[in-house]
């Protein structure tokens, strides 16, 4: 593995580590593939269109947000054309994320087509709570030989609008070419299940489909509620670079052992940097952003604000060998609570482009400081608002979660002391304090005010629960009862063999890396 080997650890030491990272991220390392790099929508959706316009056995496709705008119809048109020319199509949509951005026209022209839609997680009486987890993957996989991996959604957005001169949202995406994209019709086929019936994998590939079509090794991550299989990936990666890390994401809200992990790395000698967007779709949210600055400027960690109009893009690379590319953005949202799904590539052909691209994306961001004897961070200055576009809903829910999670963050160390506040968190601690002094004053002088709405979400949650309890009633008594799934895992890619166990302590010879290793 390129990272491990740059930190280097080599010997019995390398296999070892090899195997934790494997273990770690849930996914083996796939060799074989070709890996192109794809900057914002001017070379993602081409390229997707052109792919799905090429099928010929099968196209397989999820998106958080899909709206019915000019690129949506696009991609309607040509999902259509394929899937009336006996193309098996298949579209997987967030159902909150495509709330109010597609009519129930645009699915049904996709049905009528012959396209098979269903829609991710929708709201259910009976689970008041359970619409907290969202599919944010974005995939495309076709002939189960090319498959595309990003952060981009289906919307004008991702476009611009130059006559306004509206800048385009800055994204990044992948194509794949080669055995990994077995992993992506796999992943797919996960999220699928769980709203029907599962998916026939194996009517999904071509005769081509495992064929080797390079020679760069990479692992899908395909991460599901409470997995936190990237967590622990960006955790390692962290603890394993030894020269750079540099960072880009649209809703950082790090945890306090991920924040604690970059700045060790940054006091080791790292060049820890992060890039983040410098304009807020609700812009009351930006001092919450801005509140986690701080710790990472005192560790020596760089952090840039994106000039642009929205900084859409999620990805990492480490020590020109290792990068990451995909859907999660570095918060507790992603690692913890939606079905993500990243590409970590071990190429140090593809990481070198990388740092290229990133370092192209610091020309066009403002490095945040700290300065003055107060040491009071001096950051971009917002964008004019006719540049910043007009602000997505969806991508405003995604904000406010991130928003959420930092105040929770900073009200959580006012309260128990567990880290130092810093001036700038100031703020954000008085507007909290607010709060409860409102709610307090208002159950004093209207009681029912706090009353009545306490009293229909308790009534709604008796209900939901005594509704969930008979259905799982009926089910017994029909005999179709299914055994409980805390956890939906995307099952390891088959190797052969039987499983290897670790080397002895005494063992004369350093062990054979497993298969999944190479």
């Not at 394929?82 to 098996?88: E, I, S």
């Not at 949202?333 to 799904?341: H, R, V």
């Not at 009353?451 to 017994?476: D, K, N, T, Y």
């Not at 099952?491 to 063992?507: H, I, V």
Request: with cysteine; proline share 6%; charged share 20%.
């Amino acid at each position: 593995m390129a990272i491990v080997k740059s930190s280097g650890i080599s010997g019995r030491q390398h296999n070892l580590a090899e195997q934790v990272f494997s273990r770690a991220a849930g996914a083996p390392l796939v060799p074989s593939n070709d890996v192109r790099l794809l900057r914002d929508a001017r070379e993602n959706y081409p390229a997707w269109l052109r792919a799905i316009r090429e099928a010929q056995c099968s196209i397989l496709f999820e998106n958080y947000i899909i709206e019915d705008d000019e690129v949506g119809r696009s991609f309607a048109e040509a999902l259509c054309a394929r899937a009336r020319a006996g193309v098996q199509v298949r579209v997987l949509y967030d159902w909150l994320g495509c709330q109010g951005t597609a009519s129930r026209r645009y699915w049904r022209d996709l049905r009528d087509a012959g396209v098979e839609v269903r829609s991710f997680n929708p709201f259910q009486f009976d689970r008041p709570l359970a619409w907290l987890g969202r599919n944010h993957r974005k995939t495309l996989t076709v002939d189960g030989e090319v498959g595309f991996v990003s952060g981009l959604c289906v919307s004008h957005k991702w476009v611009g609008d130059p006559a306004k001169g509206v800048a385009p949202w800055r994204d990044t995406g992948l194509e794949i070419r080669g055995p990994a994209v077995a992993d992506l019709v796999r992943a797919f086929a996960q999220g699928w299940s769980t709203v029907g019936p599962p998916l026939d994998e194996e009517g999904c590939l071509s005769s081509r489909a495992s064929l080797p079509m390079g020679d760069v090794a990479l692992r899908v991550v395909a991460g599901v509620p409470w997995s936190a299989g990237l967590f622990r990936v960006d955790q390692l990666i962290a603890s394993l670079a030894r020269k750079r890390l540099w960072l880009t994401d649209a809703y950082f809200v790090g945890t306090a052992t991920y924040v604690q992990a970059l700045r060790a790395a940054s006091r080791d000698g790292v060049d820890v940097r992060l890039l983040v967007p410098g304009s807020s779709d609700i812009p009351a949210l930006r001092p919450l952003t801005q509140a986690g600055y701080r710790p990472l400027l005192e560790a020596g960690i760089r952090v840039y604000e994106w000039n642009g109009t929205m900084l859409h893009a999620k990805t990492a690379v480490a020590d020109g060998t290792w990068a990451r590319v995909g859907s999660s953005n570095l918060n507790p949202a992603s690692w913890l609570g939606n079905s993500e799904i990243d590409v970590a590539v071990e190429d140090a052909r593809f990481a070198q482009q990388m740092e290229a691209m990133y370092l192209q994306d610091l020309e066009h961001a403002t490095e945040v400081v700290l300065s003055g004897r107060a040491r009071r961070m001096n950051a971009a200055p917002p964008l004019p608002r006719a540049q910043r576009g007009a602000p997505g809903r969806r991508g405003s829910v995604s904000r406010a979660a991130a928003g959420a999670v930092r105040l929770g963050n900073t009200v959580g160390a006012a309260v128990t002391n567990h880290r130092e506040l810093g001036r700038t968190e100031s703020k954000v601690v008085f507007g909290a304090g607010v709060v409860p002094l409102a709610l307090a004053g208002v159950a004093l002088y209207w009681p029912h005010v706090v009353a009545v709405p306490a009293a229909i979400v308790g009534a709604w949650a008796g209900i939901a629960l005594w509704s969930r309890a008979l259905r799982l009633r009926r089910q017994e008594a029909q005999g179709t009862a299914q055994q409980p799934l805390p956890e939906q895992e995307v099952p390891p890619r088959s190797t052969g063999g039987e499983p290897r166990a670790l080397p002895e302590a005494n063992a004369s010879h350093p062990p054979e890396a497993g298969r999944h290793s190479h």
